[in-house]
């Protein structure tokens, strides 16, 4: 009996060392999901409106949008009119989840722009923020970066891809010109680095389409992916205007995935250049 009665003992104790193991593990899902809602707060309030009017200039139409995935990816966007011939547009993606995401994104937007206030170029934008970002980088985090500085009065785009998506541009007659240059790796993963950047002279009427790879990448539940053909033929759909050709993708995407989880951020900035 005294040794029956011990074995019990044995099992309310190791029970007990269960549901305390239990319960920390239940603190800290909790606290994991603090975490990630406090990274997505911080990615949504850096984010500008999607649909600006830019008191009232009706040259050109900006839209953007973006869908945070359930877990933070730390895609992000941004735009400014930097004087009145000078537009400049950003998306990117941090690599990474949760708050370090967040606050990466934060600290790339912020130097982005503070940078495009007295620099129009692209490339000097890109090799400045680069060497800033990488100096102090011990979590070898990076993000990639689509930077592009648009012309009003002359329609010329001059922009630097670091590590990003080929941007698109639709003409006004359809057909899609792919911006496929690439001109330096991925942002913040090394010092010293000197960016490129490409010169495109555009018209009225033709469309900047920038995105991130969650559109892309975006699979069904026969793990197919949406594709860059999949999104070059929603691109080529005539469309009324900016608004219309971001949410009719997303629309798009939607349907492809047909109640498939979305586990990636879903990102796309569109202008438009009017006559």
């Given at each position: 009996m005294a040794e029956q009665s011990k074995r019990y003992d044995q099992i309310d104790e190791l029970l007990a060392q269960k549901e305390q193991e239990i319960a920390i593990l239940k603190e800290e899902k909790v606290r994991m999901e603090k975490e990630l809602n406090l990274a997505k707060d911080i990615q949504l309030n850096m984010i500008p409106i999607s649909h600006p009017n830019f008191s009232g200039r009706t040259d050109f139409e900006l839209y953007a949008k973006l869908i945070s995935a359930r877990e933070v990816g730390g895609d992000f966007y941004d735009y400014y009119l930097l004087d009145d011939d000078h537009l400049g547009i950003v998306i990117g993606d941090v690599s990474g989840k949760g708050v370090a995401a967040g606050f990466m994104m934060a600290v790339c937007k912020a130097l982005l722009k503070s940078r495009a206030t007295t620099d129009f170029s692209p490339a000097s934008i890109i090799s400045h923020v680069n060497q800033e970002m990488a100096v102090n980088n011990p979590n070898y985090m990076?993000?990639?970066?689509?930077?592009?500085?648009?012309?009003?009065?002359?329609?010329?785009?001059?922009?630097?891809?670091?590590?990003?998506?080929?941007?698109?541009?639709?003409?006004?007659?359809?057909?899609?010109?792919?911006?496929?240059?690439?001109?330096?790796?991925?942002?913040?993963?090394?010092?010293?680095?000197?960016?490129?950047?490409?010169?495109?002279?555009?018209?009225?009427?033709?469309?900047?389409?920038?995105?991130?790879?969650?559109?892309?990448?975006?699979?069904?539940?026969?793990?197919?992916?949406?594709?860059?053909?999949?999104?070059?033929?929603?691109?080529?759909?005539?469309?009324?205007?900016v608004k219309e050709t971001v949410e009719q993708i997303f629309m798009d995407i939607l349907l492809f995935e047909r109640g498939a989880e979305q586990f990636d951020d879903i990102t796309a900035l569109c202008v438009e250049l009017k006559g």
């Open positions: 990076f993000t990639t970066v689509f930077f592009g500085m648009l012309n009003l009065t002359t329609r010329e785009l001059v922009y630097t891809n670091a590590g990003h998506n080929p941007t698109y541009i639709r003409k006004k007659d359809g057909t899609l010109l792919k911006l496929g240059t690439l001109h330096g790796p991925v942002v913040a993963a090394m010092e010293d680095l000197v960016y490129g950047e490409t010169k495109v002279q555009l018209d009225h009427g033709d469309v900047i389409f920038a995105y991130t790879d969650g559109i892309t990448e975006a699979h069904n539940s026969a793990s197919e992916l949406f594709s860059e053909l999949r999104l070059c033929q929603s691109l080529e759909k005539p469309f009324k205007n």
